[in-house]
DNA sequence: GGTTTGCATTGATGCAGATCAAACGCGCGA
DNA sequence: TCGCGCGTTTGATCTGCATCAATGCAAACC
């Protein structure tokens, strides 16, 4: 079922898997050809799941195209996303054996995996690979941590402007966006964004529809979303704006 | 005002930094070296801060002795604790010229620090302390994960029972302990608990005092707990316990 | 001893968001 | 074209926790 072809494959996924963030200079092309030998290409369709909690994990990887989540549920069945997958994340943790996590495709998704031992190999004996991992974990860290605020602080609208805040950055430099209102396709359902927010999907839909009727974005159908004015949903979020006020 | 004198700095800080969670098997006598000569140890009363956010980080460090909290605040006042730092917990940001969280002491505290620049020196010359770094950093993930899942899907009561359930294993793993209850001092105030669980301090004292008649756990003082049954506790955090049934 | 000061507890009340329940709308296969 | 199913919206009601307001209680200081 899966209508995604190869040929969209995006060309940057070509080399080193440490450049889909960033491009990591010091990939040598001996380097490059070995990350070559042990990748290959999966995808899966909207809904399906790419590993489960408890599974065995025989790859690591990054997001080339679409949108998956990482989720942790209770036996009662609550459930949480502790992780957004956008494309260019890395999934998957060196040196442990099984996953802690479900990640989910939430959308059509491509994604770049490499076959765990010899990337872990590889990790070992390219040290600047490591520090790179490392810089991405960081950064995961403080994603997490920042929502860690989100989910303990916030209220319900600021929860939901938090959300649409994130995934219209991520998808404004992803497209070297410049100025002008933000536009972008929600890959999420109602219930995914709920279990993101630490909400029910009710309260999404009203807290999204409050946030259309007084402006702060458009809706085409119940995914496509307009965001007119970045700052003014940033504010909605309850994030530090200060314009610049900051030494 | 600091009570803390020299001679209670543990012995195994001696060494390595990343041995005070796990030996590192693998540093050689020259790093060691290299190690102590930018080292230094500081010390804190409770409540101090120990590094403002937005301020320029000059070191990284890990705790020898004592409780301290990573916190975020909004610009309303609104705080969330984002990180609990326990004996062994490392602190800092290799890469990074600036703290993103206040740090603070919570009790009187005793830091092994390391100048940020030497060490990060040392970091690049010696593969094998960032690929500790990087598993003590995804331990960390892992660990703001499962907070995520607390502070989105819990009640208050699971919440409480959540915080209780990981400083007594902390506690325990840390004293060596073996089976019976088990018995720690409550490092934080009601205040800090609430800001780490998105909760009210006078929620927070509600649903304590109801473990505490239900005699989930004891209470000596304000502080002083102890948790006759672990597996009551972990029950009421909502953990799987599971009892082994997992394959 | 009295007073201050800084947590912690306890009680009364209100509200944001959960829960329960229905209906809507839209794509899709028969 | 119909109707089935899934995601979503909308409405009515309930409730867990926040909020506001005292009060308690022990250590520190005069």
Chains 1, 2 share one sequence.
Request: hydrophobic fraction near 40%; charged fraction near 30%.
């Amino acid at each position: 079922m899966s209508k995604l072809l190869v040929a969209e494959i995006p060309r940057e996924c070509g080399d080193c898997p440490i450049r889909h963030r960033a491009v990591c200079a010091r990939c040598e092309a001996d380097e490059l050809e070995l990350l070559d030998q042990i990748k290959y290409y999966r995808t899966y369709e909207a809904g399906q799941t790419i590993v489960w909690s408890g599974d065995r994990m025989e790859f690591v990887g990054s997001v080339v195209k679409g949108v998956g989540t990482l989720t942790q549920t209770m036996e009662d069945g609550r459930r949480q996303v502790v992780g957004l997958l956008l494309p260019s994340d890395f999934v998957g943790r060196p040196g442990r054996e099984t996953a802690t996590y479900d990640v989910v495709a939430t959308t059509d998704t491509v994604m770049c995996c490499f076959r765990k031992k010899p990337f872990e190999e590889m990790m070992v004996r390219t040290p600047h690979i490591a520090q790179r991992l490392l810089q991405m974990t960081l950064d995961e860290l403080d994603a997490a941590r920042e929502w860690m605020l989100v989910l303990g602080r916030k209220t319900a609208r600021e929860k939901i402007a938090s959300l649409l805040s994130i995934v219209a950055r991520r998808d404004a430099t992803l497209n070297l966006h410049a100025g002008g209102p933000i536009e972008f396709e929600l890959p999420l359902t109602r219930e995914a964004m709920a279990d993101y927010l630490g909400l029910t999907l009710e309260t999404v839909s009203r807290q999204i529809n409050a946030l259309k009727r007084e402006g702060v974005i458009e809706l085409k159908g119940k995914r496509q979303v307009t965001v007119p004015d970045f700052d003014r949903l940033s504010e909605e979020a309850g994030d530090d704006s200060d314009g610049g006020m900051l030494s």
